[in-house]
């Protein structure tokens, strides 16, 4: 069974050909999606998706790029909404120091606050790390995220860090574009 663990069907460039693309999909052998909320409004279109296709699964987080818009509210919300089956992980979270939009210590505290909130809901996250592999690994680390595993996402360190990250952190790398 294929299953593409990363899609943004969330995303408003699918809504004109929505259908079009999952037919695709699926004629290719792709079984099940993982779509991933990362703000307010695609958060919430992946909860109309999960609802509405049997083979499209949820993880809704709060990106790290706008960690500076996420409230303590919208992290009570999305933990409320985890409670639901078909959300099957947290993400996605973690660093991104490519954009400046939200400082580093921001987003820091934000991908603290959802590795312990995944942990609450006994689910694995899904991780965006862009040139923050070292502070990403760190607190990973720190905050016991073996625990919980999931898949570090669009992986592009080091063979030496993927060991770690697979081996000791309990993770899957995906490699993505
Ligand atoms: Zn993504």
């Given amino acids: 069974m294929l299953i593409d663990t990363h899609v943004h069907l969330n995303a408003d460039q699918y809504d004109e050909d929505l259908e079009a693309v999952i037919e695709r999909a699926k004629e290719n052998g792709?079984?099940?999606?993982?779509?991933?909320?990362?703000?307010?409004?695609?958060?919430e279109r992946t909860m109309e998706l999960i609802d509405q296709y049997e083979f499209i699964y949820g993880i809704i987080g709060w990106h790290?790029?706008?960690?500076?818009d996420c409230t303590e509210e919208r992290l009570e919300w999305i933990e409320?909404?985890?409670?639901?089956?078909?959300?099957?992980?947290?993400?996605?979270?973690?660093?991104?120091?490519?954009?400046?939009?939200?400082?580093?210590?921001?987003?820091?505290?934000?991908f603290r606050k959802q590795i312990a909130l995944a942990k609450r809901v006994n689910l694995p996250i899904i991780i965006h790390n862009r040139e923050a592999?070292?502070?990403?690994?760190?607190?990973?680390?720190?905050?016991?995220?073996?625990?919980i595993g999931g898949i570090m996402h669009s992986f592009s360190a080091s063979p030496e860090i993927a060991d770690d990250v697979i081996n000791k952190l309990n993770f899957y790398v995906s490699l993505g574009g």
């Fill in 64 to 68: 790290p790029v706008d960690a500076i």
């Fill in 30 to 43: 792709v079984d099940r999606m993982f779509v991933v909320g990362f703000d307010t409004p695609t958060v």
């Fill in 80 to 110: 409320s909404l985890a409670a639901h089956p078909k959300v099957i992980g947290i993400g996605e979270t973690g660093l991104d120091y490519h954009w400046d939009k939200s400082p580093k210590d921001i987003q820091q505290a934000l």
């Fill in 133 to 147: 592999t070292q502070d990403c690994i760190d607190i990973l680390k720190e905050e016991h995220a073996e625990d």
